[in-house]
């Protein structure tokens, strides 16, 4: 194997190493591939060196700096990237890079896998289940990390969502076997173990949850999925055939009613009996969402950015900023003006005049977020919008890298 030297990170070397677990079980998954582990050599060149890759053999991987002599440093700080429908963790290959040449003795990228391609109709709930025990599995083999940040892309966004609240204050030294969800002690006089992971996911510090293009009021209603042109006819087509993308599909449209709930995206504006959605969000200390102006045809503005359309800036007011050329605005942290209580009772049985698109934005607003507004305007690659704000391929996405470095940038460590 090769390895690869950084610009701006002296004498270090990126190291792709084995994730133990997290892939491709749960309802949907494939399984496990077989015992063999997967190793790839990459053909290209970074700086003055090339880059030593190593999957297992479900494809998960992450990223940390080493020296010269092989030897593992001690970063602190997990940061993990999450792919959107019909991805892989090769769509965060290129920010996971950026991470460590900024960050190199801080930073472990994990870019996750264990949602891959078809995976990704198997619904946001199977899908978070499996990353949040795959996010497990890297602590665990990490036990250096004290800080946790995720960074999800489209779908990605959703799923990290689910994830947390499945994290959020767990005990993740609990024998799962044994299947009892008492509060121990280690008998030694020290406060019960749920008090230790009190405000924390997975017993790490929350930093900074950071979406791209996510649809987090989903993809139902007016405008939401800008391919479908505003006509109401071709969304109410889409909203009955989103059965062509699994569970996913049903949940991105608002669709499903499991066992006479109401939708799952609506479950998540709130906390639950069982997962606390909103306040494992709460607990971060950084929220930001960015989001194309124009040119993302799966993923509407509002949506993405968590506003309602009459909260959009007018196009005329955005300027660009002149080291982040196509970052157009950007509005600090804030709690939406609206802070009423969002009740879920009498949702679940026909009632068919709620809004719910409303209902979402109430309920996730209630904790600040900070926005950033993208727009690809006069870019050669701008049609190609909801791939270029993440550099989803460098080759073909190579404009979003302004985008990139500027969450970098603005990263709390």
């Not at 293009?213 to 405008?223: D, I, N, V, W, Y």
């Not at 809004?355 to 727009?375: A, C, F, P, Q």
Request: net charge positive; glycine share 10%.
């Amino acid at each position: 194997m090769a390895s690869v030297e950084l610009e701006g990170a002296s004498s270090v070397a990126v190291q792709q190493a084995e994730v133990d677990g997290g892939g491709g079980g749960g309802e949907g998954g494939g399984g496990l591939k077989g015992n063999r582990k997967k190793t790839k050599k990459a053909p290209w060149k970074l700086g003055f060196a090339c880059l030593r890759t190593e999957y297992d053999r479900e494809g998960n991987f992450d990223m940390e700096v080493v020296d010269r002599a092989g030897e593992r440093r001690t970063p602190t700080h997990l940061v993990v990237m999450v792919n959107g429908l019909i991805g892989s963790a090769q769509n965060w290959r290129y920010a996971a890079k950026q991470f460590l040449k900024k960050y190199p003795e801080d930073v472990i990228a994990h870019c996750s896998e264990c949602n891959p391609s078809k995976l990704t109709f198997d619904g946001v709930d199977v899908m978070g289940e499996r990353l949040a025990e795959e996010v497990i599995s890297v602590i665990k083999r990490h036990p250096g990390v004290q800080k946790i940040s995720f960074i999800g892309h489209s779908l990605g966004g959703l799923v990290a969502r689910y994830a947390i609240a499945n994290l959020y204050e767990r005990d993740i030294t609990r024998d799962f076997s044994q299947g009892n969800g008492e509060c121990r002690s280690n008998g030694s006089g020290d406060p019960c173990v749920e008090e230790k992971f009190k405000g924390k996911i997975a017993g790490l510090e929350p930093m900074n949850f950071i979406t791209f293009a996510t649809p987090h009021l989903g993809s139902r209603g007016h405008k939401q999925v800008p391919v479908f042109c505003g006509f109401y006819t071709l969304e109410k087509v889409a909203s009955r055939t989103s059965w062509f993308l699994g569970r996913t599909g049903k949940h991105l449209f608002l669709t499903d009613n499991d066992n006479g709930k109401p939708p799952l995206l609506l479950q998540m504006a709130n906390d639950c009996e069982d997962l606390k959605f909103m306040s494992a969000l709460q607990s971060f200390k950084h929220r930001v969402a960015y989001a194309n102006v124009q040119f993302d045809q799966l993923v509407g503005w509002s949506t993405s950015s968590l506003r309602r359309r009459d909260e959009l800036p007018k196009r005329r007011d955005l300027s660009r900023n002149e080291k982040f050329p196509h970052i157009v605005n950007v509005k600090t942290a804030e709690t939406s003006s609206t802070q009423q209580e969002v009740t879920l009772e009498a949702k679940a049985n026909g009632h068919k005049n709620i809004d719910l698109e409303e209902e979402m934005i109430r309920g996730l607003t209630k904790v600040s977020w900070g926005r950033v507004d993208v727009s690809f305007s006069g870019s050669k690659q701008r049609y190609f919008a909801h791939s270029t704000i993440q550099v989803k391929n460098y080759c073909i996405n190579s404009e979003g890298a302004d985008v990139v470095q500027h969450m970098i940038d603005n990263f709390l460590l």
